[in-house]
């Protein structure tokens, strides 16, 4: 059924179930949390990295995109889970590739902090 809701109110409704889903991966999702704080431990050091604005945003970034990456592999776990608990070649293959999308977040990000950081201390 679609909402007939706008404006002010669906606003409203979106950020509290987009914070309802932010719980609920920080609560039944391992990974999830174990980015979160990666991140969280890594942003102070943003701006000892980072030597323009443009750097931050690479290196804050970088991390924004890991748990979006990681929120989005979740919820195709969680909806495969849903459909049973029997092994389907398919719902194998949406999850390896769910896991191969956060991979290649995570490389992204190292290749990104690293690189900042050997500017850093190189440059």
Same mark, same amino acid.
Request: proline residues 2%.
């Given at each position: 059924?679609?909402? /007939?809701?706008?404006? !002010?109110?669906?606003?409203?409704? /979106?950020?509290?179930?987009?914070?309802? $889903?932010?719980? +609920?991966? +920080?609560?039944?999702?391992?990974?999830?949390?174990?980015?979160?704080? *990666?991140?969280?431990?890594?942003?102070?050091?943003?701006?000892? #990295?980072?030597?323009?604005?443009?750097?931050?945003?690479?290196?804050?970034? /970088?991390?924004? *995109?890991?748990?979006?990456?990681?929120?989005?592999?979740? +919820?195709?776990?969680?909806? #495969?889970?849903?459909? $049973?608990?029997?092994?389907?070649?398919?719902?194998?293959?949406?999850?390896? #590739?769910?896991?191969? +999308?956060?991979?290649? /977040?995570?490389?992204?990000? $190292?290749?990104? !902090? $690293? *690189?900042? *950081? !050997?500017?850093? #201390?190189?440059?």
């Amino acid at each position: 059924m679609k909402s /007939s809701e706008t404006g !002010w109110r669906h606003l409203v409704n /979106s950020t509290r179930y987009s914070l309802k $889903g932010l719980k +609920a991966a +920080a609560l039944h999702e391992t990974a999830f949390r174990q980015e979160l704080v *990666l991140c969280l431990v890594l942003l102070p050091f943003v701006f000892w #990295i980072g030597q323009t604005p443009i750097e931050w945003i690479l290196l804050i970034s /970088s991390c924004f *995109l890991v748990l979006i990456v990681e929120l989005l592999n979740s +919820a195709v776990e969680t909806a #495969i889970d849903r459909i $049973g608990p029997e092994h389907h070649v398919l719902s194998g293959r949406a999850k390896d #590739i769910g896991s191969a +999308a956060v991979m290649l /977040s995570l490389i992204m990000a $190292g290749v990104t !902090w $690293g *690189l900042l *950081l !050997w500017q850093r #201390i190189a440059g």
